[in-house]
Structures are given as C-alpha cells and as structure tokens.
C-alpha cells in the first residue's frame, strides 16, 4: 500500500513538473513573438542624433557620422561562425563628442591563441548605419586576462568596465553595424538567439512526455490492482 501512494505521489509530481515546463517554454515563446514584434516596429524609427534619442534606444536603427578609434580595438571571444572560432569586432565611435561600442562584425582567429588576427583599419571620417542593441553577455567560465594590452579580447561586453580601460564613458547599448555597410566584416549577430518555434517545439515536448509519464503511471497502477 505504502508503495503504490509513494508511487501516486511521485507520478503526480512528475507530470505536474513536465507541465509546468512546457507552460514555461510557451510563455518563452510568447515573449520573443513580442521581443521580435518590437523590434521590427523601432526599425522603422531611425535615429540619427544621439541628442534625440528616444527613452528606450534599443532596436531603433541609427546612423552617425564620426571615427572609429583603431588604437583601441575589443575582441569578444568564442564566437563560432560555420564551425570556426572567431570574434567578434568592436571599435569605438566616437560622434557628436560622445562615444559608443561598434560590432563590425566576425572575424576567423589564428590556428594558434597567442597570435590575434590582423584586424581592419577603419580609418577617417565615416557614416555608420545599424541597430542599437544591449551588449552581449554570454556565460563566463573565468574571469578575462588582466593582460592590459591592446586588442583587448574580453569574454563579456562589460561597458562599465571597459569605460574605465578607455578612460572615456561609453553609451549604455552598443552599435550592430549593417550587413550592407562597406565596413561591415561577417555578420553572424543575431537580435533573437532562439525563435519562438523552438520554444513550441519544446513545449510540445514537454507536454506530450508528460502525458507518456501518466499513461505509464496509469498502466503500472491497473497492473498493480490486478496483482
């Protein structure tokens, strides 16, 4: 008797945990329909002064005009792009005498870690177009090098701390630079990692295990009555 309450018990749990996943996956998926809604909607809103921007920035397309500072270039590692490690580039900005992180795209690492690529120089004057967007923060297994030299290849976009190795405040998003600008290396970025059909997907995973766990538990039950 006492083994088949435990069992009631345990089955019960388990399907009521399984649910709750795939309700989690739907409200995932619910949320990145918006995320994907709005930033198709504040694309359509240009920003081309950064004296005027609006209260929320993110996902606004933007265009400046300013220089880029090559002496201060910033990696952002483990960036894979059709199974090759890379980086990602990010220059500062520097336009209306303020002063923003750029991506300008991926960029393939040498075979050997200790050797960085050669990077582009973007030099004069130019006209950038992209998206603003919140700096990247992937997981960190450790902390970066306090190697203080330049480029500098960082596992997180920490603008706080960059800030400080600039000397120069940062503005609180960063640049997705344009696939279609000429500066423009290999775009790998994405706004949305994970679309929301992969959280359906998951979510009808869950459920249909869900009901798998209760159909067993409901044969192993009848099994045990007729015992």
């Known amino acids: 008797m006492m083994r088949t309450i435990a069992f009631i018990v345990f089955s019960i749990a388990a399907v009521s945990l399984l649910l709750k996943l795939s309700w989690w996956q739907l409200s995932r998926a619910d949320e990145k329909k ?14 081309v002064d950064l004296a005027r921007l609006p209260i929320d920035p993110l996902w606004h397309s933007i265009t400046l005009e300013g220089e880029f500072d090559n002496q201060h270039p910033i990696l952002l590692d483990n960036q894979l792009y059709r199974g090759r490690p890379g980086y990602h580039l990010y220059l500062p900005f520097i336009s209306q005498q303020q002063q923003v992180l750029v991506n300008v795209g991926w960029i393939a690492a040498s075979p050997y870690r200790e050797i960085l690529p050669v990077l582009p120089q973007l030099n004069g004057r130019k006209v ?6 919140p700096a990247q923060q992937l997981l960190q297994f450790k902390p970066d090098s306090r190697d203080e030299s330049w480029p500098f290849r960082v596992q997180n976009i920490e603008l706080d701390r960059l800030s400080q ?23 790998t970025w994405q706004p949305v990692v994970m679309g ?8 009808m995973q869950w459920f249909l295990l ?3 766990v209760a159909v ?12």
């Open 34 to 47: 918006q995320l994907q809604s709005q930033i198709q909607e504040r694309q359509q809103i240009p920003v």
């Open 128 to 133: 950038i177009s992209g998206v603003i967007a």
């Open 165 to 187: 190795r600039l000397q120069q405040p940062l503005l609180p998003w960063v640049i997705q630079i344009s696939a279609s600008s000429p500066m423009a290396l290999t775009q």
């Open 196 to 203: 929301p059909k992969k959280h359906y997907g998951y979510a």
């Open 210 to 212: 869900a009901i798998a």
């Open 216 to 227: 067993i538990s409901l044969l192993w039950l009848r099994r045990e009555r007729i015992v």
